[in-house]
């Protein structure tokens, strides 16, 4: 069946820094594919998405490009912030949304 | 807009006792979905529902889970009895409509359940 792989957590960063969190999907078809963000306390958002080979999802400076060669969604941002910190879920849709595991996310000042 | 509401947020209880969770999606969203996110994990769908009937519930454990939407607005999930193995959050999402297009998915707070 469908599956996501993420990159396994926790990530601990310094502000500034640069992010990349790895997202492998297994999918039959054509999957949307989406990263979704879960701030604390708070519940799931839909951070960005991408519907097609090569498409790019960005969104508040994150940004991850659609790899059907290679099956990947990585989330990228060029610099963090403090207000970054939360749990970051790569996610696909062909028949439903199916998650990966989540990758924790915390950035010092 | 007011978003998806779920309750209660926190719910304690010991094995094989019942539980059952509240889900009200946003105004005029036509599907709703249920989700199980065990710690440490991602959320697993357990049902979706489109309006009043069930689209999809392969996933739902039926020996002991139970969900209606009557009237297609809220819905409620039931569990009985509780096993150990359930205690996780219990997510609610909603969106326009289902499987013939993307249509984000809008999730609730949670409620999370300790079964001890």
């Known amino acids: 069946g469908d599956s996501v792989t993420q990159m396994e957590g926790p990530v601990t960063l310094s502000e500034e820094a640069f992010l990349t969190i790895n997202c492998t999907y297994t999918?039959?078809?054509?999957?949307?594919l989406f990263w979704y963000v879960q701030y604390p306390g708070e519940g799931l958002q839909l951070l960005l998405k991408?519907?097609?080979?090569?498409d790019k999802g960005s969104n508040k400076g994150f940004e991850a490009t659609y790899r059907k060669e290679t099956t990947s969604f990585h989330l990228e941002k060029g610099s963090v912030q403090v207000s970054d910190s939360a749990v970051y879920f790569c996610?696909?849709?062909?028949?439903?949304?199916?998650f990966g595991q989540g990758t924790r996310l915390t950035i010092n000042p | 807009e007011a978003g998806v509401a779920q309750s209660p947020r926190y719910k304690i209880i010991e094995k094989r006792q019942s539980v059952a969770f509240w889900c009200n999606p946003i105004s005029g969203h036509a599907t709703l979905y249920w989700y199980q996110q065990i710690l440490g994990q991602g959320p697993k769908l357990l049902i979706q529902?489109?309006?009043?009937?069930?689209?999809?519930d392969s996933q739902l454990p039926k020996d002991r889970f139970s969900a209606e939407r009557l009237k297609g607005v809220d819905s409620t999930l039931k569990i009985q009895p509780a096993k150990l193995e359930d205690s996780a959050v219990y997510l609610c999402?909603?969106?326009?409509?289902?499987?013939?297009?993307?249509?984000?998915?809008?999730f609730g707070p949670g409620t999370r359940l300790t079964v001890l």
């Open positions: 999402a909603s969106s326009l409509v289902g499987q013939v297009s993307y249509n984000e998915q809008f």
């Open positions: 999918a039959t078809g054509y999957p949307s």
């Open positions: 996610a696909l849709r062909s028949q439903k949304l199916v």
């Open positions: 991408a519907t097609k080979a090569d």
């Open positions: 529902f489109q309006n009043n009937g069930v689209v999809d």
